[in-house]
């Protein structure tokens, strides 16, 4: 028996759950979920532009109006100023403090199972697109060999001073999340940067941690992101800016702690490639990424192609920050960045449409995945438990001890932000609940919004249902071992958290 069928025999029998068998298995979970928590939920209040409204939906699901007014919002307990309902700030429905209400069980069976897969996909079409869009300008590129070219010029550019790729990738990624909330944009870098990576001799998983826990450490500690911090600032009644500066202060902090983990991670792998905690998955992440054609040098023409591809990228987050883009634009600024690479290289009208639909399927895979992620949320939805979980969770934190409470309530979201894995919707769910419970223990509100942005930011690192399982499909790295990977820096992170809210709670 030779060493590499030994090697291939080790490798099946150590073989992890992939991200397939982990979503069925979440989903069976979330169903019978519905059949052990009570249903039930709060009453929510929207403003209505058509009538000029507040439209107040009960648990039951009836639905009345009341005047928009600042009266109104005090009578309900909601401390949300009235303009930012009014003028769309807050567009999302707001949860009414002590409207909960036990309704009747929605129990999710076999067939609303199988349903929420559909409707995930459903739901998620447009980051779907937006994906297969970019494999296509991706497949383009590779049959050229553009692409190619460009990874061994920039391979050959920082040879010797790689580490540079991961310091610069992980701070400017952390300021996209930071300031408006980069994730799923993020998915489009990981075919392009992997093969840089690969080829300077780090892993992916480097690569992987690198752009995703970027974002993350950006999103934990939000300084403007309008989707967590500005967004439950304004379901609380304060300024955004209020506790600004301890969130940055904690996002240095932690964008240091984060890279000089990845770097301590690197030097081992580039050192001794055995290290890599994927090291047995290696021949399936290099098949994955291998360049097919032979390296040609970086021609003008392939140059022009190239700057097109990465001014999509800075047209795509222009158009997020200040157009309020969302995937509708951003798949179509690669669509037509993709005719514009196509033109530049000169490739005829049949094989650039064969080469980009061959680039567009090798992405299907993670295209569908996103869908049944999203279908988990769907089935715990749709049963009617997300809010029986909120109430269960807070019901035992009156009267608590101050630093205790604080300390409680991070832990709180983190738990909550495994269910709902939407910012904006769980800041509008949690945070009008939340705030008054700071007001009776003595503590300012700002705090509350670092709790909820520290805990979700933890969760977000590794939960199933975000983008975590659907990075590490899209780059072959089975998500077991990222996890595994990541534990002891989420411990740290965790820790820092908590410190953080303490020491804001002290001094601020």
């Known amino acids: 028996m030779t060493k590499d069928s030994t090697v291939e025999r080790k490798e099946r029998r150590l073989s992890f759950p992939s991200a397939w068998l982990i979503v069925f298995i979440l989903l069976i979970i979330a169903a019978i979920l519905t059949y052990v928590i009570p249903a039930g939920a709060y009453s929510t209040l929207l403003y209505n532009e058509e009538t000029g409204a507040f439209m107040i939906t009960a648990p039951s699901g009836d639905e009345s109006e009341a005047p928009a007014t600042q009266q109104t919002l005090d009578q309900f307990g909601i401390k949300t100023q009235l303009d930012k309902l009014v ?26 199972v199988v349903m929420s897969t559909v409707n995930g996909i459903y739901e998620t079409i447009d980051i779907m697109f937006f994906v297969l869009i970019l494999g296509g300008c991706l497949g383009i590129l590779t049959y050229s060999g553009a692409f190619t070219a460009g990874i061994g010029a920039l391979s050959r550019a920082t040879k010797g001073k790689e580490y540079i790729l991961i310091v610069a990738i992980t701070f400017l990624i952390s300021l996209g999340g930071t300031t408006f909330g980069m994730a799923e944009e993020t998915m489009a870098l990981y075919p392009v940067l992997v093969p840089v990576f690969l080829a300077a001799r780090y892993d992916a998983l480097v690569c992987v941690t690198s752009i995703y826990m970027g974002s993350t450490i950006g999103c934990m500690f939000s300084t403007v992101n309008p989707f967590s911090a500005v967004i439950a600032s304004n379901a609380a009644g304060i300024d955004f800016t209020s506790g600004i500066f301890w969130r940055l202060g904690g996002l240095v902090i932690g964008l240091i702690i984060v890279i000089a983990y990845i770097l301590r991670y690197a030097k081992k792998v580039k050192a001794d490639p055995t290290k890599s905690i994927v090291y047995d998955e290696r021949h399936r992440i290099e098949a994955a990424f291998e360049q097919k054609h032979e390296v040609q040098p970086l021609s003008p023409r392939f140059s022009i192609a190239l700057i097109v591809f990465l001014a999509c990228f800075a047209v795509m987050i222009y158009g997020v920050i200040n157009l309020e883009w969302w995937f509708g634009e951003m798949t179509a600024v690669f669509l037509v960045g993709g005719f514009l690479i196509g033109f530049i290289l000169g490739l005829p009208e049949k094989v650039f449409f064969e080469e980009f639909i061959n680039g567009a399927s090798a992405l299907v895979g993670v295209g569908m995945i996103i869908g049944f992620s999203r279908s988990v949320n769907i089935l715990l939805e749709n049963g009617k438990i997300q809010d029986t979980i909120l109430q269960s969770l807070i019901s035992g934190v009156g009267g608590m001890n101050s630093y205790v409470f604080l300390i409680v309530l991070m832990f709180i979201f983190l738990i909550l932000g495994f269910f709902i894995n939407s910012s904006s919707a769980l800041a509008v769910l949690t945070i009008p609940i939340m705030a008054p419970l700071a007001d009776a223990v003595g503590l300012p509100r700002e705090l509350v919004i670092s709790a909820y942005v520290y805990g979700l930011g933890i969760i977000t690192a590794i939960s199933p249902c975000s983008l975590a399982l659907i990075t590490c499909e899209m780059v072959k790295v089975p998500y077991v071992k990222y996890v595994r990977f990541l534990m002891p820096l989420l411990g740290i992170l965790t820790g820092l958290g908590v410190v953080m809210l303490l020491l804001q709670a002290s001094l601020g």
């Open 87 to 112: 003028d769309g700030t807050i567009w999302k429905p707001i949860a009414i403090p002590g409207s909960y209400e036990r309704v009747e069980a929605q129990h999710q069976g076999a067939v609303d």
